[in-house]
């Protein structure tokens, strides 16, 4: 290989691998999710246009939402992605979990099958010690 062309080779590896440390990598998603707890209406899954929805099933050692059953069946009957979470009170940890546990599965539920969970938690409740 000729001199010349091995700098080519080179110049050209070297450009490639600077534009691909200069460019900043992107993802596009077009997703558009809601989070729906019992402030909205029950049938709010059934009403609103999204592609996926998370459900806040419970909160504390004690509450649970009186709208999930409705709102998870919207979002299962139109096909589209489901997601739960519980709310922390800032009680016992293991309590609120089995809380929320206990109320997303089954036998008492068939609609944690394929379901995305999370937590959501406000600082001022002491939940930063979890």
């Known amino acids: 290989m000729s001199t010349t062309r091995f700098r080519q080779r080179l110049l050209a590896i070297l450009v490639t691998l600077l534009a691909m440390l200069t460019v900043t990598p992107t993802a596009m998603a077009d997703m558009h999710g809601i989070d729906v707890s019992s402030w909205q209406p029950a049938n709010i899954t059934c009403t609103t246009d999204y ?56 036998p008492h539920t068939h609609r944690a099958g394929r379901a995305r969970i999370g937590l959501g938690k406000l600082p001022e409740h002491g939940v930063g010690q979890w």
């Open 51 to 106: 592609d996926f929805a998370v459900v806040k099933a419970t909160q504390g050692v004690g509450y649970t939402n009186p709208a999930m059953t409705s709102q998870t069946q919207c979002v299962q009957s139109k096909g589209k992605s489901l997601g739960f979470y519980h709310y922390a009170g800032g009680g016992d940890a293991t309590r609120e979990a089995d809380h929320f546990v206990n109320t997303i599965r089954p």
